[in-house]
């Protein structure tokens, strides 16, 4: 989201004042689970943007949709089949660390699949982004936002959840770090991007089983280290396409986590991602405007208070808190009783439309057809309506001639009566004046 909407602190009355200091901009992350949650984050300026707050916030919002899916009760339960849709942004979701994400979720058995869709440059708009259309409506009336913990909080009282969704607007304190995390299992995937040399690049990548590849597709390994381990039904295929409407894969499918490798991962060897460092001109910058929203006549205490102790964490490189996760570290079991919805009673039967019939044209080959007149028992017709009892009826302007005529005989009467008569006022040059209806 546009990141100006986000800067600290936020006052309308100052925006000319606080235009010349240096306010630094939060973050703010959003995902949707379609029909269950959509989840909003705010970060601080020094948190990094990279796969490790993607991979940080999906794991997120999966431990929110199962709850949400939990508290539905009955036989209801996650999708077997997972399809996130995210922009081409390579520091972000594009890139190797995002992907091995996805293979780890497949690995784990929380999902059969786990397909990534990256929309054509051009065409990423979505949901989301009606959303964060929404939310910057809303901050744009927003009076005063010192902190990031008052922006949240004026997000969840004004903004609505769409239908059948739960709205989570949270302050995220740090990410954790997936990368160094998935460096363990030593896997390298190249070509996953488009450089100057290759701008065509896959578009969907789809992350299954072995068992779940088409029998006919032979799944390849390029990576000498598995070359001599045994093929398992559990091993992780990752199938490409080079658009999301393509017909057929674009290469044949690769190897990209064999079973039981994800094992080697521990949970408690992941570690808290580093912040961002500031420069020292930055941290004085940023002192100096603490220095100022808290003087007069703003008086920004709390902002104040934030900026400083923002700083002071920077320059002694204090560790993050990130959320706590729990669902991805389980090993996921399918429930083979979960019932799927029928889809036929999700949508409305589609109205039947005017019946096409071809036959001769009519033998009156005229101007058209007329339009056929109403019914002779029920006749309707528009009168004018009556003009009102004792009110003078309306009449049409008069011409440039009549009025110059009326003047004149104004001034007449004028002559011969007080200057105060009833019916005439004080002459203004260049209009006439005001006569009344005996006069005429």
Known sequence: MDQSKFRAPRNLKASATFSSITRPALHMTGCIAIGLCEAFYCMGP?????????????????????????????????????????????????????????????????????EFQFMLTGH?????????????????????????????????????????SELHCEVMNGTWDFIAWFKELGIQMKGLTATHLQPDSNHLWRFMLRKHVEAS?????????????????????????????????????????????????????????????????????????????????????????????????NEARRALIPPELSLVFMDGEFQDHCLLPDFEDLFLEDPKPRVVTVGPAPANRGRGMKRPAAAAEDPVSIKRPAAAAGRVPLRRPAAAGEAIAAASRVEGEAERAPANAAGIFARKPGKAEPVDSDLD
Request: charged share 25%; aromatic share 6%; hydrophobic share 40%.
């Open 46 to 114: 020094d948190c990094k943007k990279d796969s490790n707050m993607n991979a940080t916030i999906i794991s997120q919002v999966l431990e929110k949709a199962c709850l949400a899916v939990n508290m539905k009760g009955g036989n209801h339960c996650l999708p077997r089949h997972l399809i996130i849709a995210a922009d081409n942004c390579t520091r972000e979701t594009k890139n190797q660390w995002l992907a091995t994400y996805g293979a780890f979720l497949v690995a784990k058995g929380h999902f059969e699949s786990v």
């Open 124 to 164: 990423t708009k979505n949901e989301l982004d009606q959303r964060f259309s929404a939310i910057a409506t809303v901050l744009r009336k927003a009076p005063v936002l010192e902190t990031p913990q008052e922006f949240v909080e004026y997000m969840t009282h004004n903004i609505a959840p769409t239908l059948g």
């Open 217 to 313: 597709e032979v799944v390849e390994c390029h990576n000498a280290d598995w070359e001599n381990l045994p093929q398992d039904q559990n091993d992780v295929a990752l199938v490409l396409k080079q658009f999301i409407s393509s017909a057929a894969p674009s290469q044949p499918p690769q190897l990209v986590m064999p079973a039981n490798l994800h094992r080697k991962l521990e949970p408690s060897r992941l570690r808290a991602a580093e912040r961002r460092v500031w420069s020292e001109e930055m941290l004085s910058d940023l002192r100096k405007t603490a220095a100022a929203v808290a003087a007069e006549p703003w008086r920004h205490f709390a902002a104040q208070a934030w900026l400083e102790q923002l700083c002071d964490d």
